[in-house]
């Protein structure tokens, strides 16, 4: 049967497969019994092949659906074992943003922001935290599942409104499916995004809020549908991301800069434009104002903050660096190479991660400097995260070429459907770079600050790997040699130099 099997083999079409069988004919191969079956072994192979072929060829994208599910697994494994293990306690001020839900739970009264360090914040996360406590049970342990089960939630919803909002954009990419597996590949592998989602606090919940208004602000833009209906969806997603922190004054400011724009250049009609923005303000307004007026009320500033409050004022003041020069905001300081999780060191030492704010806010995408979810304590750890920030540094520039190129086929093609996202990424860069000279200290330097810009980043992302693909065999062959040395490098340095 040896040769059967070499001719099946040999057989790729019809002509060879009808040679095989007059071979077979012949009484060469096999014994003249057993002629009959011989050949319907071989037709029976011939036409399982030639259906499979076809099978594999006629749905490529399944096929290709199920490899990066199976690529995506681990990354989702990784944020299910968090689930289990990690203590919210460690997360960037866990416990004072559970004292706000604990505050929120036993009193059922918003606290005064002079109470304690995080109480200034808008309510709305701690309330939803605080119902479901109430829903649930107030159990420690039960209660921190919950809480993390919620987190983790909001960042996987991330996902789904990324593949909203990238097919909303999806004409300006020649190729549409490719480039989406790969940007929700990078995704998944995002450290930032890994160690922020187990842990409490309302940022996620905001980078979930101002994305949904980016989504339906850009899908309205695409469609010139400023119904009703789109106008109270963006108005209620506006208020309520007001309502969870002031990062959602951002996207206020995106969208109604977004409206001067159209009213100057877009061919539509004035009367609807306006509409649309008194509407959408207005439920934005009935939703979240109150907590504004409130504050200038009760406080004499409705952007009240931590920051400028006496109370607390000394807490900032003895952190380091507590002051920047100007090169620390356009320079980049490649020592964080070296030692790439830098902890907290004397005030008169130069520290990269928190002196320097482009290296500290890169540092902190890749890795958790501040050792809050990694215990780096071995050679091999360092070694890892060293390699990691190699390959994030070539990510990021990934991400950066492709938002310049879909800026630039935005402005060539007249596009408008763009226009809330470029304006929130120059407003969201703009206002953290205000705020880390406002308030020079290492606390402020970290890139969860601008987690809502996750999409943004990630469309940047699938820009620039369409582009890389489409050049030869060899730039495709580095660049998936560097995205399996990322997702190999992640889950090895958060899988296994987690503080679980």
């Not at 206020?252 to 303000?281: D, E, G, N």
């Not at 990424?425 to 601008?450: D, E, M, Q, T, W």
């Amino acid at each position: 049967m040896y040769l059967l099997t070499l001719l099946i083999v040999v057989s790729k079409t019809k002509k060879y497969c009808i040679h095989a069988s007059r071979i077979i004919l012949s009484g060469h191969c096999f014994n003249n019994k057993n002629i009959l079956y011989d050949i319907w072994i071989l037709h029976t192979m011939h036409y399982l092949r030639h259906h499979f072929n076809n099978l594999f060829n006629h749905n490529q994208s399944l096929v290709r659906g199920i490899l990066v599910v199976l690529i995506l697994m681990p990354g989702i494994c990784l944020r299910l074992w968090q689930i289990l293990h990690f203590n919210i306690i460690y997360g960037y001020d866990g416990s004072l943003h559970l004292q706000y839900i604990t505050s929120l739970y036993k009193t059922g009264n918003i606290p005064s922001p002079y109470s304690f360090l995080e109480a200034y914040q808008p309510p709305l996360y701690y309330w939803v935290c605080s119902l479901l406590m109430r829903l649930c049970t107030d159990a420690p342990l039960i209660r921190d599942y919950i809480f993390k089960n919620f987190s983790i939630l909001l960042g996987f919803s991330l996902f789904f409104i990324g593949y909203g909002v990238y097919m909303t954009i999806s004409d300006l990419f020649k190729d549409r499916k490719k480039p989406l597996w790969y940007g929700l590949i990078c995704m998944m592998y995002l450290p930032v995004h890994l160690y922020i989602s187990p842990m409490i606090g309302n940022e996620m919940l905001s980078a979930v809020l101002i994305s949904v208004s980016l989504w339906i602000f850009m899908r309205c833009i695409k469609k010139r549908c400023f119904s009703t209906k789109y106008t109270l969806l963006l108005g209620t997603s506006l208020g309520l991301s007001l309502l969870t922190k002031y990062t959602g004054l951002l996207m206020l400011a995106t969208t109604i800069m977004s409206f001067i724009v159209l009213l100057l250049y877009k061919p539509i009609p004035r009367f609807v434009i306006i509409r649309f923005a008194l509407l959408a303000s207005a439920v934005a307004i009935a939703i979240s104002g109150w907590w504004y007026v409130r504050n200038a009320m009760l406080y004499g500033d409705p952007f009240i903050k931590s920051n400028d409050l006496e109370d607390f004022s000394y807490i900032y003041k003895n952190q380091q660096p507590g002051h920047r020069s100007l090169s620390d905001f356009f320079t980049f300081d490649f020592e964080i190479f070296n030692e790439p999780a830098v902890v907290l060191k004397q005030t008169d030492i130069y520290n990269p991660v928190y002196n320097n704010v482009l290296t500290g806010t890169f540092a902190t995408i890749w890795i958790d400097n501040h050792l809050l979810y990694l215990k780096l304590k071995d050679k091999i750890s360092f070694t890892l995260a060293k390699y990691l920030l190699v390959v994030g540094l070539v990510v990021v520039c990934f991400s950066l070429f492709g938002l310049c190129l879909l800026l630039w086929r935005s402005i060539r093609s007249k596009n408008f459907e763009m226009l809330p996202m470029f304006i929130l990424v120059a407003l969201s860069i703009c206002g953290y770079v205000i705020y880390n000279y406002r308030y020079p200290y290492f606390c402020h330097v970290k890139a969860f600050f601008l987690m809502h810009l996750s999409i943004p980043v990630i469309l940047g992302y699938c820009c620039a790997v369409q582009t890389i693909l489409n050049k030869n065999k060899f730039v495709s062959c580095l660049y998936h040699v560097m995205l399996a040395a990322q997702i190999l490098l992640v889950i090895l340095l958060y899988g296994f130099y987690a503080r679980y």
